[in-house]
C-alpha cells in the first residue's frame, strides 16, 4: 500500500515562506507524475505543481514565480516551496503520486495565510 505522508504546514503570515514536505513510501521512480493540490474552504481542489519523470515542472499562473516544486530521489520525497504567501493562498495542501497503478494522495496538511 503506497502512503504519502506530508509535513511542514502551519500559520504563515503574509509574504512569508513555508516549505512542505511529502515522503512517500515508494521510490518516485515507480511514478509517472508528482504534485501539489490544494483545497481552499467552499472551493474545489487546484493543482499547483507537477512534475514528470522528464521535463520541467508545471505551475499555474496563481503560483508561478511563488512555489517552487522540487524532489530528492534518495529520500522518496518532494517538496514544494511556498514563497511570498498570499492570504489567498490558505487552504489544505495534498501531494500526489500517479502511476499505471492508480493515483495515491497524502493525508493533507494546513496552512492558514494570516497577519
Known amino acids: 500500500q503506497v502512503q504519502l505522508v506530508e509535513s511542514g504546514g502551519g500559520l504563515v503570515q503574509p509574504g512569508g515562506s513555508l516549505r512542505l514536505s511529502c515522503t512517500i513510501t515508494?521510490?518516485?521512480?515507480?511514478?509517472?507524475?508528482l504534485g501539489w493540490h490544494r483545497q481552499a474552504p467552499g472551493k474545489q481542489r487546484e493543482l499547483v505543481a507537477r512534475i514528470f519523470k522528464i521535463g520541467s515542472p508545471y505551475y499555474p499562473d496563481s503560483v508561478k514565480g511563488r512555489f517552487t516544486m522540487s524532489r530528492d530521489n534518495a529520500k522518496n520525497t518532494v517538496y514544494l516551496q511556498l514563497n511570498s504567501m498570499k492570504p489567498e493562498d490558505t487552504a489544505v495542501y495534498y501531494c500526489?503520486?500517479?502511476?499505471?497503478?492508480?493515483?495515491?494522495w497524502g493525508q493533507g496538511t494546513q496552512v492558514p495565510v494570516s497577519s
Open positions: 515508494e521510490s518516485i521512480f515507480s511514478f509517472t507524475s
Open positions: 500526489h503520486a500517479f502511476s499505471t497503478s492508480g493515483t495515491y
